[in-house]
């Protein structure tokens, strides 16, 4: 009698981990799906944005009006920091993810147009 009851348990636990062992593999593929698609669209937006040719006069209007509180007038540093040769310390990418994401505190994100981007980024690009 007790070997057909440890026999029910047996089964009954089999079942319960392979239920759960489905539901896990389940919600890694969905959010494998989502990062994927979070990271593609990211990187459409960053390849549209490497593109284009940037105005430089564009971009100084822009650092101006979204930029100074932080980064101060001549790109030195307030709140945020020293922007003088941020070039050489991060890819055009890297820049691109931390503008519109703010991936360091308090940077918030910004939305901006890819040519808006590609204008900012001339900008920096000066900044040596």
Known sequence: MTSS???AVEKN???EYLTKGIL????ILISSVFLFLYNYR?????R??????GSLSTGVGLFKMNCVGCHGITA???VGPDLHAVTERLSDSQIIKQVTKGLTPPMPSFEI???N???LLTYLHTLN
């Open 5 to 7: 009851s440890s026999s």
């Open 13 to 15: 636990n089999s079942k």
């Open 24 to 27: 896990l593999i389940a919600i």
């Open 42 to 46: 990211d990187s459409e937006y960053t």
């Open 48 to 53: 549209k944005t490497l593109k284009l040719e």
């Open 76 to 78: 030195r540093g307030l």
């Open 113 to 115: 147009e890819p040519q």
């Open 117 to 119: 981007m590609s204008d």
